[in-house]
């Protein structure tokens, strides 16, 4: 099984405010640098620690993800990571110009030496009212804008698109991907229909913060129709995202993550509303290693790790916690999930008893 | 033998070329556009009917692909220079030709032949170049009609066929890959646009990135949500491109509708 890290880039201590979006007036540049560097020092260390990937994701107007163009960011982490794949994931295709994420993807292939991987992203809620997108339409929007951008990126000649969302009369973006005929593509996979459009394009499945129980049915969903596609999915087309607080001990994780369920840690508070309100990873080394099997036996090849759990004496503007928690996994966890290997999955759902991916 | 029913959008008038009869229907008003069927005859496509409001469309039956048996022509080419020949007889100087499918073999000799007259190619879907070994699905006819069942098309599109149904098509087609047809795409200095549905289940659309070889400024549009007949399935999009590539040719690739939202 492989490990991604996802790096959010928050700025740090929490500005206040309430709602979205929070004003940009109460932005402090020097806070807002600051952050981008624990950044560059997280990726890095990522990279060191041995981590597969290092992941990016588009979110606007939050200071807890100061990602509005996650793959502008994943270049500038692709001078720093020098071994780990750069994982955006992803842009909202939904919304933006496909045929610019189209020429970015083969921008950042070419700039990481062809460690690019991308997630077409549909996402939700507060996202489309920063572009005033109509949500209503978003999952068709979604679609075609995979498609397209699939097209631009691998089609030899210039070529037009006259969509029902986009229409571009002239396409042929340079520079084309390193990889052939291009990089680790993915796609939203949390419901059913998205995952029978994935199988039918060939594209890898990404869920996020469910249930096992409930994604189980989904990757058993996504095989079967990628095998009416002509076509097996692999554990390294199938990746899943959610938060993790790791300690040293069950106890110890379980009181940090309850002080972040409980609405007791500003910021963090956010990210778990974003996840359903859960921890998908919570526990000691053991019990994160028994909550990562759960997930490789229904499918996963790929898990991608927020680490939360700040300790109450912290400063705010300190992300030793997240440093803590990239290196105990990869110290505890890596090294025996690794080992899971990719053999078949087991029929049906683990029967671990996990506090987490639940 | 199903009728294809024509309405009164469209006027018929018939020309005498050659010592031939042919049929033809006409409706709209401006600059003159050929436009060549398929297989099967004369067919009414919602996307087309759409262009009435700005062009003149004139619509033969071609000898051979309609309905009636016709032994005069051997190849596609001696089908091109029949249609020049019908257009000259209906006094069009200038036009340009918009044909479908199995008659974009046609059309294109017709731009070579007519090349003083011929303005502009629009080739939609079209059965030309197929890949080496392809042979055209035998259930075609079925999902043809299927397809154009499906796409809100008015009464009268059972009249589709496929070429499987046409021993005129399947004798004059020629070859798979014909090196002197492609050889000619080479040679025209006309504006050229190529649209295929991304769902055509007929031919690949990929081929049409062997058109863009062949006449590398020509322009290959890939409709989606579409399979073979487009000008049916998706007809506002089809009246979009064809409309603005006959209004503006090789500068349809711009924008020239105003964007501003609220002046």
């Given at each position: 099984m492989k490990t991604s890290f996802f790096s959010l880039g928050t700025y740090l201590?929490?500005?206040?405010?309430?709602?979205?979006?929070?004003?940009?007036?109460?932005?402090?540049p020097e806070l807002g640098v600051q952050a981008m560097e624990r950044q560059f020092a997280q990726w890095a260390y990522a990279d060191e620690l041995g981590y597969d990937w290092v992941s990016f994701s588009e979110h606007h107007y939050m200071p807890n993800l100061l990602q509005g163009n996650a793959i502008t960011v994943a270049a500038a982490a692709a001078q720093i990571v020098k071994r780990a794949k750069i994982a955006?994931?992803?842009?909202?295709?939904?919304?933006?110009n496909p045929i610019r994420i189209a020429e970015e993807i083969g921008i950042l292939d070419n700039l990481s030496g062809g460690r690019a991987v991308i997630l077409f992203l549909r996402s939700g809620g507060f996202e489309y009212a920063s572009y005033t997108a109509n949500i209503e339409e978003s999952r068709e929007r979604t679609q075609e804008a995979t498609e397209l951008i699939v097209r631009a990126v691998t089609e030899p000649q210039p070529f037009g698109w006259e969509g029902k969302y986009f229409r571009y009369r002239t396409i042929a973006p340079?520079?084309?991907?390193?990889?052939?005929?291009?990089?680790?593509f993915f796609y939203s996979g949390n419901s059913f229909e998205s995952a029978a459009f994935a199988a039918r394009h060939r594209l890898g499945l990404a869920c996020s913060f469910y249930s096992t129980e409930y994604l189980a049915t989904i990757i058993d969903y996504y095989n079967r129709e990628a095998a009416k596609a002509g076509w097996t999915p692999t554990r390294e087309h199938v990746l899943y995202r959610g938060l993790c607080c790791i300690c040293e001990t069950d106890a110890e994780a379980s009181k940090r993550g309850d002080r972040i369920l409980n609405g007791q840690m500003s910021g963090e508070g956010g990210l778990v509303s974003q996840a359903?309100?859960?921890?998908q990873w919570q526990g000691g080394p053991e019990t994160v290693v028994e909550q990562c099997r759960e997930l490789h036996d229904i499918g996963f090849g790929t898990i991608d790790l927020t680490f939360v759990g700040r300790r109450?004496?912290?400063?705010?503007?300190?992300?030793e916690y997240i440093r803590h928690g990239m290196k105990l996994f990869a110290e505890e966890v890596m090294p025996k999930i690794r080992a899971f290997g990719d053999q078949p999955a087991v029929e049906g759902v683990s029967k671990s008893q996990t506090a987490g991916a639940k | 033998m199903v009728q294809v029913a024509i309405t009164d959008l469209y006027k018929r008038g018939v020309a005498q070329v050659n010592g031939f009869e042919i049929p033809y229907y006409e409706a709209g008003d401006g600059p003159p556009v050929l436009v060549l069927h398929g297989v099967g005859g004369v067919v009414q496509f919602p996307g087309v009917d759409a262009l009435t409001d700005r062009f003149r469309l004139i619509a033969p039956e071609i000898p051979g692909m309609h309905r009636h048996p016709y032994?005069?022509?051997?190849?596609m080419r001696d089908v091109a220079i029949l249609l020049a020949a019908f257009a000259e007889q209906i006094g069009l100087e200038s036009y340009s030709v918009l044909a479908f499918a199995a008659a974009a073999k046609a059309g294109a000799w017709l731009a070579s032949e007519a090349s003083e007259q011929v303005e502009a190619l629009i080739l939609s879907s079209p059965i030309a170049i197929l890949p080496e070994g392809h042979r055209l699905p035998l259930a075609s006819t079925e999902s043809l009609r299927h397809q154009a069942d499906g796409g809100?098309?008015?009464?009268?599109?059972?009249g589709v066929m496929s070429v499987n149904e046409s021993g005129f098509v399947r004798r004059v087609f020629?070859?798979?890959?014909d090196a002197e047809f492609e050889a000619m795409l080479g040679t025209l200095k006309i504006p050229v646009l190529s649209l295929f549905g991304?769902?055509?289940?007929?031919?690949?659309?990929?081929?049409?990135r062997l058109y863009r070889e062949f006449m590398p400024k020509s322009h290959y549009l890939l409709v989606p949500y579409?399979?073979?007949l487009i000008a049916i399935q998706r007809p506002s999009a089809f009246t979009s491109a064809v409309g603005d590539f006959l209004s503006w040719k090789s500068d349809f690739v711009y924008g020239h509708k105003s964007e501003i939202l609220n002046p």
């Open positions: 201590p929490p500005p206040g405010g309430s709602g979205w979006p929070v004003p940009p007036g109460l932005y402090d955006v994931l992803g842009p909202i295709v939904a919304f933006n340079w520079p084309t991907p390193v990889q052939k005929p291009h990089p680790p359903f309100g859960r921890l109450p004496d912290e400063p705010p503007t300190s992300d | 032994d005069h022509s051997a190849s809100g098309a008015p009464k009268g599109m059972s020629g070859a798979n890959r991304t769902e055509d289940f007929l031919v690949p659309p990929e081929i049409g579409s399979g073979p």
